[in-house]
């Protein structure tokens, strides 16, 4: 004689299964990662513990530790309904529609960069080798970050708000 399952097992089965299912197909970024080609929407953000790297609705983009602002790009009001996009020739931009509002200049070859917000504050983008080539410069305790220089001699700065890169050249 089989026993058959009642449809609240039934459900809890099905609502375990769907569970599992969404955690092994979480996409590959984390929280606290943009890959080239991924983009933050307004109101959109990337986490690290006490710290938050937001694309505010005023189209600043702003990085934050315990709700105080640390670094912005300096483009509140400049435009509306901006996108940070991490584009996948290594360069960091906000748009407003196909207009730039900012960029890092980090522009290079097409490859895989992205940019990650750190467990000490800094927000860096990477390229594909991990070496770092732009910084916010906001890193607090030990940890050291170098920016490499790009071909055309800067480290990304775009303006004074964004000179707070730290920049060592070999």
């Not at 602002?69 to 901006?82: K, L």
């Not at 906000?94 to 990650?116: D, P």
């Amino acid at each position: 004689m089989a026993s058959s399952l009642s449809s609240p097992t039934i459900f809890l089965l099905l609502l375990s299964a769907a569970t599992l299912f969404s955690l092994l197909t979480t996409p590959a970024s984390a929280a606290n990662r943009l890959n080239a080609g991924q983009s933050l929407g307004p109101g959109q953000s990337l986490a690290q513990g006490p710290y938050l790297f937001i694309m505010q609705q005023d189209c600043n983009l702003v990085l934050y530790d315990n709700n105080k602002a640390v670094w912005a790009t300096g483009t509140n009001g400049r435009a509306s309904g901006c996108v940070l996009k991490m584009q996948i020739d290594g360069n960091l931009v906000i748009y407003s529609g196909t207009r730039v509002i900012w960029a890092s200049n980090t522009n290079r070859q097409i490859g895989f960069y992205y940019l990650i917000l750190q467990r000490d504050r800094n927000v860096v983008i990477y390229d594909s080798s991990n070496n770092a080539i732009w910084a916010t410069g906001t890193n607090i305790g030990n940890a050291a970050v170098v920016v490499i220089p790009h071909s055309n001699g800067t480290a990304a700065a775009s303006g004074a708000t964004q000179n707070k890169v730290k920049e060592l050249y070999p």
